[in-house]
């Protein structure tokens, strides 16, 4: 099914509540139709990614948003395990954190991260950067069928 002919998956895999509230407000009321999946950590990640326990109906996300830094298990290894699966690693990552550290940018794009972004403090420029990443992911470029 056309990417464009129905809803799109995103999965924010995001342990603030504040950001989690953030990103569902910067995405409502658009004219692109979003389904958002929320996960608090990364092990709840994989959960969902690999469809066990309660996630045994996930739907296969198109795009995933992953903090840097989540409790039982942090984002670099969420992207080594998604990278390592053949049946996950076509899966745009978008790194959206709030570390700006030059390691964290570097490990990043050494785990074949899409893209890195740091989350800003101003509640306007965030909503502007989701959008921004939902316009260009979904309007702009070609994704991979799943």
């Not at 002919?5 to 409502?28: C, H, Q």
């Not at 996950?88 to 972004?117: F, G, M, W």
Request: with cysteine; hydrophobic share 45%; net charge negative.
């Amino acid at each position: 099914m056309p990417i464009n002919s129905r809803a799109i998956e995103i999965l924010l895999v995001e342990d603030n509540p504040g950001d989690v509230n953030l990103t569902r407000l910067a995405l409502a009321d658009r004219e692109i139709n979003v389904n958002l999946s929320v996960v608090a950590d990364g092990v709840e990640a994989m959960n969902f990614l690999h469809r066990h326990g309660e996630y045994h109906q996930a739907i296969h996300p198109d795009l995933i948003l992953l903090d840097w830094n989540l409790p039982r298990k942090d984002g670099r290894e969420v992207l080594v395990e998604i990278r390592s699966d053949e049946r996950l690693q076509r899966i745009p990552v978008v790194v959206l954190t709030t570390s700006q550290a030059e390691e964290d940018i570097l490990k990043a794009y050494n785990l074949h991260a899409n893209c890195y972004i740091t989350k800003p403090v101003d509640f306007d420029r965030f909503v502007q950067i989701v959008q921004s990443i939902e316009d260009f992911w979904f309007t702009i470029v070609q994704l991979p069928p799943e």
